[in-house]
């Protein structure tokens, strides 16, 4: 099978197109066929690692988190999946070598996601990183929802940083599937229009107006959860903006890895903060997002594409550097690799 490969870190070019066998599937492991592999800012920067050609956790490492495919092989154990379920894949390659940048990889059953009849192995690829991201940030505060599902957020205010990213939309996207007004903030007119494509209620340019009076206007009782992907640059709006008892949920460090808080304007807020990383966010979350991203894939409630406010870019698997590269320059949207 071809297969892309890194044996050191750095920058695009440590991607190889090389020929592997393909490998029986372990105990409890699945083999899945890959026909999309999705690209997250996280593979770019396992692969650029320390950088200067410093060893990865493997000595050999296929990236990608993330891909959608048809499960070709079973191992012991396995009982309820089966060969040629079309499937989605999430941390395909967390402490493993192996991730969706080839034509086949193992993984875990427990990483393997049935697809609803008629979802796209596009939107399968586009779910993982992003949308259980997204789905964390969404269920961690005080005054719940602990799940989602739709009425989940009826009544609560979501204030979504960065619209137009791939979590930014998957949150918008979660957040209308389960009832809840959205507000999304964008960097300019063309990102507005995305947050808007995929279901932003308002769109707020956090450059060019006064962000924390655009969304009282819309929120004239303050935000109840803020998704948020800038701590740092966005840390006294967001304190400004929401009401008793929020939570802001911070899974990235866009434009800056510290800030400070006033602790007086927080404590009358009864603020709460909450990391997220998918990597260690248990298991018990990780279930409770595949559950409920299933039952909004079967309301079709996560479509990807220009027209839903995620623009796809396409790449071959020859070309995975590019992919990287890509999504490393900030593409707007969602990069993809097609197998061959
Ligand atoms: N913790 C986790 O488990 C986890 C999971 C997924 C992703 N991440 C991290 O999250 C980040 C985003 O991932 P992604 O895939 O969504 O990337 P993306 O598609 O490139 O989106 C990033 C978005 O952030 C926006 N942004 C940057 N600074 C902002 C600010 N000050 N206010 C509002 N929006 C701002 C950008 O828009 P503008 O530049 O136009 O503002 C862009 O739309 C990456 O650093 C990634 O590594 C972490």
């Given at each position: 099978m071809k297969s892309v490969v890194y044996s050191h870190t750095g920058d695009p070019s440590v991607l190889r197109l090389v020929d592997r066998e393909v490998s029986e599937p372990g105990p409890g492991e699945v083999r899945v066929r890959v026909v999309v592999s999705g690209v997250n800012p996280t593979d770019w920067k396992s692969r650029l690692g320390?950088?200067?050609?410093a060893a990865p956790p493997f000595p050999e490492v296929t990236p990608n988190q993330d891909g959608a495919g048809v499960i070709d092989a079973l191992g012991e154990g396995v009982a309820d999946l089966a060969v040629g379920d079309r499937v989605w894949v999430y941390l395909a390659g967390h402490q493993r070598p192996t991730g969706t940048a080839q034509e086949y990889t193992n993984l875990p059953a427990d990483r393997v996601v049935r697809l609803p009849a008629g979802t796209s192995f596009e939107i399968g690829a586009s779910l993982g990183v992003p949308a259980m991201t997204a789905h964390r940030a969404l269920t961690v505060a005080e005054d719940g929802p602990e799940r989602l599902h739709?009425?989940?957020?009826?009544?609560k205010v979501v204030l979504v940083a960065g619209g137009a990213g791939a979590v930014g939309h998957a949150a918008i996207q979660l957040t209308r599937w389960a009832g809840g007004t959205v507000i999304a903030t964008v960097s300019g007119p063309a990102k507005a229009a995305l947050a808007t494509a995929a279901g932003a209620h308002q769109v707020v340019n956090y450059r060019g107006e006064d962000a924390a009076a655009a969304i009282a206007k819309v929120a004239s009782d303050g935000v109840d959860i803020v998704v948020e992907v800038a701590a740092a640059a966005n840390s006294q709006l967001n304190l400004d903006v929401v009401k008793p008892r929020a939570s802001i949920a911070i899974y990235a460090n866009d434009g800056g890895g510290e800030f400070t808080l006033p602790v007086r304007q927080n404590m009358i807020k009864n603020t709460r903060y909450q990391f997220v990383l998918l990597y260690t966010v248990g298991d018990a979350a990780l279930t409770a997002a595949v559950e409920d991203i299933t039952l909004a894939l079967v309301d079709s409630a996560l479509p990807v594409g220009e027209g839903a406010g995620l623009p796809l870019h396409r790449f071959p698997l020859a070309n995975t550097a590019g992919a990287h590269q890509a999504v490393q320059d900030g593409a707007v949207g969602k990069v993809l690799i097609d197998l061959p």
């Open positions: 320390s950088g200067g050609g739709p009425g989940a957020l009826a009544g």
